[in-house]
């Protein structure tokens, strides 16, 4: 693995919900939000304008059967890495609930073209 000056690495089982601490959950789990993806990680970034590198192909540790890929952020400003992960947290939650409201206007759309009701005899 290269040396990253100035980088941090964030893996989304940081972030996942679903995770244990044992599993690789690094935030407590009100500030954690479910299925989070790779995806949500680059708008999470991209919401707090933060300079960032995605390795999509690239497995977690702890969990190598599965590929999920990890986020590389640029830390110019000489912030912990605890930090960054709280401030990434905050943007993952936002761009979570925003998948999920999006999920359920899709929902309520479909769910609009059907009629519901009584069935008129002939």
């Known amino acids: 693995m290269r040396k990253r000056d100035g980088m941090v690495i964030f893996w989304p089982a940081y ?8 599993q690789g959950r690094k935030i407590p789990s009100k500030l954690s939000a479910p299925d989070v993806t790779l995806v949500l990680l680059k708008k ?6 933060l300079e960032y590198e995605l390795e999509p192909e690239k497995r977690y540790p702890r969990n190598w059967t599965e590929s999920q890929g990890y ?3 640029a830390n110019d400003e000489g912030h912990k ?6 401030m990434l947290a905050k943007g993952v939650r936002r761009a ?7 999920l359920l206007a899709a929902e309520q759309k479909k769910g609009k073209g059907k009629k519901k009701g009584k069935k008129k005899r002939k």
């Open 15 to 22: 972030f996942d919900q679903n995770y244990t601490r044992s």
């Open 44 to 49: 999470a970034a991209e919401s707090l304008e």
């Open 71 to 73: 986020i590389v952020i």
């Open 81 to 86: 890495k605890k930090r960054l992960m709280l």
């Open 96 to 102: 979570a609930a925003q998948r999920k409201s999006a």
